[in-house]
């Protein structure tokens, strides 16, 4: 069984930055792809950044030059760095991995963390 845990999330005014981590745990021979989603209230799900085992980015063009995606192989770890945030990135942020279970490719998702950009 595997568990990913978002933590991070908050309020925070237009302007300002937050971090935003996800740690999975539980059974995992390795990680492939990394990746953040959000989904904002009456809105559907979208990706937001994506990072594959070779360190390989993408971002969504709303996010493109203040979202940094990175991760830490040796923790199982994820992080979005939120630079420059505006109120249209208010949402539920969620996390999720291509994790290898001896020989097989298992998508997980975390329960998501919120994020609220306000004055």
Not at 25 to 31: A, E, K, L, R, V
Not at 56 to 73: H, L, M, P, Q, W
Request: aromatic share 8%; glycine share 10%.
């Amino acid at each position: 069984q595997v568990q990913l845990v978002e933590s991070g999330g908050g309020l925070v005014q237009p302007g300002g930055s937050l971090r935003l981590s996800c740690a999975a745990s539980g059974s995992i021979s390795s990680i492939n792809d990394m990746a953040w989603y959000r989904q904002a209230p009456g809105k559907e799900r979208e990706l937001v950044a994506t990072i594959s085992s070779s360190g390989r980015t993408n971002y969504a063009d709303s996010v493109k030059g203040r979202f940094t995606i990175s991760r830490e192989n040796a923790k199982n770890t994820v992080y979005l760095q939120m630079n420059s945030l505006k109120p249209e990135d208010t949402a539920v942020y969620y996390c999720k991995m291509t994790i290898v279970q001896a020989i097989l490719n298992k998508e997980y998702w975390g329960k998501g963390t919120l994020v609220t950009v306000s004055s």
